[in-house]
């Protein structure tokens, strides 16, 4: 079975750091792009940042640009949002997803279940 | 970036309804168009990609169209297990943009 499992979320003060993972499963991991894609509580969808099989390829959102680093490990078969200088604002539903291509010019058809980061004091 | 805009942002329609929602692109995406399906407190679900293709899975009930700027899902029938809110998403180019979704409600 092909699956998402993300980790690593949970409340954290406004200007600190937290890294969030992504544990796939069911798949040959280092043949597809993986992605990053928020929802804010009660809003729609934002893709947040993506990463080509090899990690030849990455982007980010502008609302997220060095801030935040994406990275993978192919021989975890994990992906990995290091987030840093936090701000209220990025407080959403994280979830990991894999795209039906090896770069990132491509839709996700995999979708983990999300984990939740709270940016509070 | 390009921008993402559905219409309409909601739609209340019947059991048996023939639905059509639009997304445009602000420029030419080409074909790199995909639609999500969106239950509550539920992770989105692929159901068409490269604007016409149909996800493996997905009834054939489901059907997407256009090309450059313009396209629509369509959904021939609507049966109870797709009221739901839909979203397209460009993958012509980063950032990869969604649209600010529809929401599909029973009338």
């Not at chain 1, 544990?23 to 894609?37: C, E, I, L, P, R």
């Not at chain 2, 739609?11 to 692109?25: H, K, M």
Request: charged share 15%; proline share 4%.
């Amino acid at each position: 079975e092909v699956q998402l499992v993300e980790s690593g979320g949970g409340l954290v003060q406004p200007g600190r750091s937290m890294r969030v993972s992504c544990a796939a499963s069911g798949f040959t991991f280092d043949d597809y792009a993986m992605h990053w894609v928020r929802q804010a509580p009660g809003k729609g969808l934002e893709w947040v940042s993506g990463i080509s099989w090899n990690s030849g390829g990455i982007a980010y959102a502008d609302s997220v640009k060095g801030r935040f680093s994406i990275s993978r490990d192919n021989a975890k078969n994990s992906l990995y949002l290091q987030m840093n200088s936090l701000r209220p604002e990025d407080t959403a539903l994280y979830y990991c997803t894999k795209g039906y291509g090896s770069g990132i010019f491509y839709g996700m058809d995999v979708w983990g279940q999300g984990t939740t980061v709270t940016v509070s004091s | 970036d390009i921008q993402m805009t559905q219409s309409p942002s909601s739609l209340s329609a019947s059991v048996g309804d023939r639905v059509t929602i639009s997304c445009r692109a602000s420029q030419s995406i080409s074909t790199y168009l995909n639609w999500y399906q969106q239950k509550p407190g539920k992770a989105p679900k692929l159901l068409l990609y490269a604007a016409s293709s149909l996800q493996s899975g997905v009834p054939s009930r489901f059907s997407g169209s256009g090309s450059g700027t313009d396209f629509t899902l369509t959904i021939s029938s609507l049966q109870p297990e797709d009221f739901a809110t839909y979203y397209c998403q460009q993958s012509y180019n980063t950032p990869c943009s969604f649209g600010q979704g529809t929401k599909l409600e029973i009338k």
